[in-house]
């Protein structure tokens, strides 16, 4: 694909993946216009966008199901790929407002669908995640695991796939890629862009930087007796800046997509524990980090680890960057935001 000023819709942009995407898709040539309407993040992300990539930011304060604004952005510029990050992301609120879930996550999907197709955009990109494997019986998963879900948000994105599936029956001219991610971590490189959950984190790493910075007074591992070598959960953390970068190949491989969607894990192949996670943060910070040991939490699972045969050999995508790359740049983030905060 000649990416020479190739516009790509991001929706969500100025979240967490989706502003590591921008920057990756900015770095290959491309104009990524934002779709965001700042429910779950910050505005000031535009600008600290603009200073990373030297570059003016476009983009749209709407909603994804606002389509009436949304055909306007279309007709203003010749979108030619569509990456769909917006949505409701965590599994415990999914638990207690699952209408909310359904509403956001399906209608946003729908929306974006209907105009990819009225507008014939070639590529879409969209984001699932490794909760559709529900409790895997084996490990690694790859793409032929069963699928099923254990809250409204997994179903939410186990149903997304399918629609988009029955979707691209209708309309072959969009070519669509499903990206599961594991466990998305780490900032970019300049510290200014990261994961800024809204109140208490949910997700592992945020916590631990917060209880780090003193903002928290200890991290919970969720508890100690599962059946693995350390008694604690296993993951595959996956740099947030490796995974733009499978946003972008995603995008430039679906142009010639022979199977419509393709689907493929976005991990490292690898399995690290809460315990092992919480040395190597003390490790390369030098900071002891006060945790307890507390009970299971509910709705997680033992172990979950990508077999990346798939996206290595057809994406021609590998993970790069480090465990100790991803939370040394995840605690400068958190130190930046600490700043920042201070001074507003
Ligand atoms: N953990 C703790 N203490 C905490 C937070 C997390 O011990 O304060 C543990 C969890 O129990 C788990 C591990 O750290 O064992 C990782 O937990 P996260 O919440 O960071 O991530 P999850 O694996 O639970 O969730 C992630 C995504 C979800 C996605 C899910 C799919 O955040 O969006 O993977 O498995 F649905």
New binding site residues.
Partial sequence: MNTEKKHILVTGGAGYIGSHTVVALIEKGYTPIIIDDFRNSNKDVILRLEKITNSEIIYFNVACQDTFRLKGVFSQFPIEGIIHFAAD?A?GESMEKPLMYFDNNFGSLISMLELAKEFEVKSFVFSS???VYGDPKQIPVNEQSPVSYNSP??FTKKVSEEMIEQFVKSCPIVKATLLRYF?PVGAHESGTIGEEPDGKP????P?ITQTAAGVRDE?????KDYDTPDG??I?DYIHVVDLAEAHVAALEMSDSNEVNPKVFNVGTGKGTS?LEMIKAFEKITGKELPYKFGPR?DG??KE?FANTDKVNKELKWTSRKTIEEAISSSWTFEQYIRELRKEA
Avoid: A, P
């Fill in positions: 992301k599994v995640s490794c909760t948000y997994g466990n949910n997700n592992l790493l916590f991290l919970t591992v969720f508890g604690t959960c993951r809460v939490r997680d699972i979950i």
